[in-house]
């Protein structure tokens, strides 16, 4: 079956540093990937997507590259502010079948000032 | 703001009791789909619904039960409560099925069962 997997938590960080969290899947065929980002007390919101083989989602500062070969989608950003803290969820989309998104755990990102 | 109304925000219930949570998906959307968020058991996806009829099932328990209306609302019944149903509830909707569409989420009903 579909599966998301993402580096576990927290991870915390200063401000300014460099930020990468790790997410690679198990799927058949062809899917598309995304990062959700979940601040305190809120939904899930969509950060970025990526629907085929090499292309990058970016938004917001951070970026993510669909790796066919490495079955990864690792979520990067250059410089982290404390307004990033929340937890961070790798999902897929696979091709055909039943379309239902399958999420990772989740990362929680704390950045300290 | 994803469009994707859910009502009630907070909601604290007994042992034994009945609730319904209920959904309004962005404008157009015709799917609906049910997840529960619990510290241990993450993001679980719970069913999805399509133009009224209900297209996959996923982790739900026999208590629960949904449907989607005619106006494409949906709401989420959860009866003989137990502690460990206390969790955030999300409904997200999305336009259709095919891969590559992306699902927007409502901000949650948090359950607490006393």
């Known amino acids: 079956g579909n599966s998301v997997t993402q580096m576990e938590g927290p991870v915390t960080l200063s401000e300014e540093a460099f930020l990468t969290i790790n997410c690679t899947y198990t799927?058949?065929?062809?899917?598309?990937l995304f990062w959700y980002v979940q601040y305190p007390g809120e939904g899930l919101q969509l950060l970025l997507k990526?629907?085929?083989?090499?292309d990058k989602g970016s938004n917001k500062g951070f970026e993510a590259t669909y790796r066919k070969e490495t079955t990864s989608f690792h979520l990067e950003k250059g410089s982290v502010q404390v307004s990033d803290s929340a937890v961070y969820f790798c999902?897929?989309?696979?091709?055909?079948?039943?379309?239902?998104?399958?999420f990772g755990r989740g990362t929680s990102l704390i950045v300290h000032p | 703001d994803s469009g994707v109304t859910q009502t009630p925000k907070h909601l604290i219930t007994a042992t034994g009791q009945r609730v319904t949570l209920r959904c309004s998906p962005r404008?157009?959307?015709?799917?609906v789909y049910w997840y529960q968020q619990s510290l241990d058991q993450g993001l679980q996806f719970l069913i999805q619904?399509?133009?009224?009829?209900?297209?996959a099932k996923g982790n739900i328990l026999e208590r629960f039960s949904a449907q989607q209306f005619p106006d494409l609302h949906s709401e989420l019944n959860l009866s003989s409560l137990e502690l460990g149903d206390s969790a955030l509830y999300f409904c997200?909707?999305?336009?259709?099925?095919?891969?590559?569409?992306?699902?927007?989420f409502g901000e949650g009903s948090w359950l607490t069962v006393v």
């Open positions: 997200a909707s999305s336009v259709d099925n095919p891969s590559g569409n992306t699902i927007y």
């Open positions: 799927a058949t065929g062809y899917p598309s």
């Open positions: 990526a629907t085929k083989a090499d």
């Open positions: 999902a897929l989309v696979a091709s055909g079948g039943s379309y239902i998104p399958t």
């Open positions: 404008s157009g959307d015709l799917s």
């Open positions: 619904y399509y133009n009224g009829e209900e297209r």
